[in-house]
């Protein structure tokens, strides 16, 4: 008894430790007077920081604990890292923007709140647990969208709110068949039980896993479900952009790899054809449309539909046969690691192009930025590489991971339009590097830049070099998390 | 079980049916003199005031929002409630009683942020606003 409460409570502590210190800085925000509210960085980066060891310390420990609600395997501290780094570097990003904002100490509990979502939607072993985790993160990620008090601010809130809302209708359908189909929401269960399943049964599994994908689709903004996206990444502040473009999107990924593990054994679903039509479509419409934008965060929000789609080719690939390829999820993982960073350096750069609350959006305003900042140049170029997928770069090896998983199922048409879409992606991301470095400059602003954001954008740029260099171990780890499948 | 659907069907189409048939009826039989007091809104018998498209004040919102937050949070603890004897005899009991706690602590969590943020009094002071 003892023995497995102390088990229990060590398989919990991440996200123990993401509410606890969250409602503690709930407290202590509503006791602050405003100016001091931004003190609540501190603590919120150490709780961030503390998580990540626990995360750590207990992937390393690799028990999968049996029983409840609650999943501790690899998997699941394996995206629950990628979701810390990417929350504690766009926290360091909010430092710039959010600071002087009446509600200060609210963004960073909102922030930990969706953290805390985010890694119960890692560790979630039933499907309303998984329902009730995302929507903790995503109501958090809602009050976020529109923390400044802005009409555009307050347009994109109110999209992402009614959108989120519209998905979580589909998740909530598909639950509910699935429920009628096996008597159950627990993955275990539902898949003990849906091995058996015949004729009515099956096929309203097979309904319910189809509302769940789409669900699952408008979180990832895959493309027939993307209509939000733009709008919502672009009246967004920055830094949650950023989180909305890293850590949420791998929530959703975490969703769709459990989605896999559990029902494609089973079903009997076109599983790969269903998920490289989604593939495909994500990768070219996010690319072409990227292809005609002069906003810079509307170019980054198709930017981030187009590597879902990578990522989705990942996901296709990972069944064969019927049976789970345990390597293309790992390049699952490995990529929302990789697109993480290279993403949130990009806005880390956009964040201190502006300053607080007027930000320069637009890509022509970048012009002349190599004569100022040479190196905040060099670090955009750098992140811009990296996104198209041009070695050595971080972006190159997770490209590469994926796209060999999929030769290796088999699905060479889909890795023939994936690089063409790198190719076609090059010329938007490139397009960057020339403004940057030969447009002439017209009204040029030098951004004043804190060592906190410098922290961001040199840690950024330094990552996606080394990894690029030498991804073997990190890439380990993500096969690691994947050696155990349980249910 | 298709057959018990098509009971379901069948009251929908009578409910359905029996309002426009009634009004289709209505309008065959009454006749018609329209005037101008009968196009005001009804309000009881008085004279009616002003339109009905008016600003509430946001604090009922608020108010309507908290009540909702604790009407679920009895919703949820009635049903522990009445299993929780059983639950008890088996030995259960303080695992549930734990759980129930730390759900109601969170709730009141947001409560204590809310009535120290001053949302909670009627008329808030402005001078309250940023503390």
């Not at chain 1, 054994?265 to 934008?293: D, E, R, Y």
Request: glycine letters at 8%; one cysteine or more; charged letters at 10%.
């Amino acid at each position: 008894m003892t023995i497995l409460f102390l088990a229990m409570a060590k398989a919990l502590a991440p996200f123990l430790a993401l509410v606890l210190s969250g409602l503690l800085l709930l407290i202590v925000t509503a006791f602050l007077p405003k100016e001091k509210t931004r003190l609540l960085f501190y603590p919120t980066l150490l709780a961030l920081a503390g998580t990540t060891i626990l995360v750590a310390t207990n992937w390393v420990d690799g028990f999968p604990l049996e029983g409840g609600m609650v999943i501790s395997d690899r998997i699941a501290y394996g995206f629950d890292l990628v979701f810390l780094l990417s929350v504690f570097l766009s926290t360091i990003l909010s430092r710039e923007t959010e600071e002087g904002n009446a509600h200060g100490g609210e963004y960073y509990v909102l922030t930990l709140f969706a953290t805390a979502g985010m890694v119960l939607m890692a560790h979630s072993r039933d499907l309303l647990l998984l329902f009730i985790a995302l929507e903790i993160m995503s109501l958090s990620a809602y009050i976020l969208t529109s923390y400044r008090q802005s009409a555009k601010g307050a347009e994109a809130g109110m999209k992402y709110f009614v959108m989120g809302a519209f998905a979580s209708g589909f998740l909530l359908y598909g639950i509910a068949l699935i429920y009628g189909a096996t008597g159950s929401t627990d993955f275990s269960v539902i898949t003990q039980a849906g091995a058996g399943a015949t004729g009515n049964s099956l096929w309203l599994i097979r309904i319910g896993v189809a509302l769940l994908l789409i669900g699952f689709g408008f979180k990832i903004a895959a493309v027939p479900f993307h209509f939000w996206a733009p709008d919502v990444y672009e009246g967004a502040p920055t830094p949650v952009t950023a989180l909305m473009a890293s850590g949420v999107k791998a929530a959703g990924f975490v969703a769709l790899v459990r989605l896999v593990i559990a029902f494609a054994p089973f079903t009997a679903l076109p599983w790969v054809k269903i998920l490289s039509v989604l593939a495909f479509l994500t990768m070219t419409i996010g690319n072409l449309i990227a292809l005609k934008q002069t906003n810079i965060k509307r170019m980054l929000a198709y930017s981030s539909i187009a590597h879902a789609g990578y990522a989705l080719v990942g996901l296709a690939a990972s069944i064969k046969n019927g049976q789970i390829q345990e390597e293309a999820l790992a390049a699952v993982l490995f990529y929302m690691f990789a697109y993480s960073l290279m993403t949130i350096g990009a806005f880390a750069i956009v964040v201190a192009m502006g300053r607080k609350g007027d930000e320069v959006d637009e890509i022509g305003d970048y012009a002349g930025l190599s004569e100022h900042h040479p190196a905040l140049a060099a670090a955009m170029a750098l992140f811009m590489i990296s996104l198209t997928g041009i070695p050595p770069t971080l972006g190159f090896i997770g490209k590469f991971y994926l796209l060999r998983a999929a030769v290796s199922s088999g699905l060479i048409g889909l890795t023939v339009v994936a690089v063409l879409n790198s190719v076609i992606s090059a010329f938007y991301y490139l397009s960057v590097v020339m403004v940057i470095y030969f447009q002439k400059e017209k009204g040029y602003r030098l951004p004043q830049l804190s060592y906190t954001l410098l922290f961001a954008v040199s840690f950024t740029a330094m990552a996606v070099i080394y990894l690029g260099l030498f991804p073997e171990e990190l890439f380990q780890v993500a096969k690691q998390s994947f050696q155990a499948v349980v249910f | 079980m298709l057959f018990q659907f098509g009971n379901v069907l069948v009251f929908i189409a009578l409910a359905v049916g029996f309002v426009f048939i009634n009004l289709f009826i209505g309008q065959l039989i009454r006749p018609s003199v329209p005037s101008t007091m009968k196009g005001t809104s009804y309000e009881c018998g008085e004279e009616p005031v002003g339109s009905a498209w008016l600003n509430f004040n946001i604090r009922f919102y608020i108010i309507a929002l908290l009540f909702i937050i604790f009407d679920v949070e009895i919703a949820f603890m009635f049903p522990i409630g009445v299993v929780f004897k059983q639950w008890v005899a088996e030995g259960r009991g303080m695992i549930a009683l734990a759980e129930i706690l730390v759900f109601a602590l969170i709730l009141l969590f947001g409560l204590a942020y809310v009535w120290i943020k001053g949302d909670l009094e009627w008329v808030k002071k402005l001078g309250n606003q940023g503390k």
